[in-house]
Nanobody, 125 residues
Framework: VQLQASGGGLVHTGGSLKLSCAAS????????LAWFRQAPGKEREFVAI????????SYSDSTRGRFTISRDNAKNSAYLQMSSLKPEDTAVYYC???????????????????WGQGTLVTVSS
């Protein structure tokens, strides 16, 4: 199983960026897909999740209204559209797959079976 995150880069405050997560080696349509991020010196934190169908989504308080998670099961891919970026959004962003979608446990890193390698997003002030 492989999750390949891409699309990170340097952007100014207020700018936008779209991350992609390409999956292989698993039945992608049977997995919920989440994005986490880890800033320097901080714990990895939940950003957003989308269920297998694409109809159910949830966001962290800090990203709700600015970020949009989506997926294309035909392309075995998920996306994170980030807008109105702030310097505090600077982090390495990881995609992760979970065969079981639960709002009760979606923020728990240990619930995810597979992780991508991360892509760096830097927001300059």
């Amino acid at each position: 199983v492989q999750l390949q995150a891409s699309g990170g880069g340097l952007v100014h405050t207020g700018g936008s960026l779209k991350l992609s997560c390409a999956a292989s080696g698993l039945t992608f349509s049977q997995y919920a897909l989440a994005w986490f991020r880890q800033a320097p010196g901080k714990e990895r934190e939940f950003v957003a999740i989308i269920d297998w169908s694409g109809w159910g989504t949830s966001y962290s308080d800090s990203t709700r209204g600015r970020f949009t998670i989506s997926r294309d099961n035909a392309k075995n891919s998920a996306y994170l559209q980030m807008s109105s970026l702030k310097p505090e959004d600077t982090a390495v962003y990881y995609c992760a797959a979970n065969q079981f979608f639960s709002r009760a446990t979606m923020m728990n890193r240990q619930e995810y079976q597979y992780w991508g390698q991360g892509t760096l997003v830097t927001v300059s002030s």
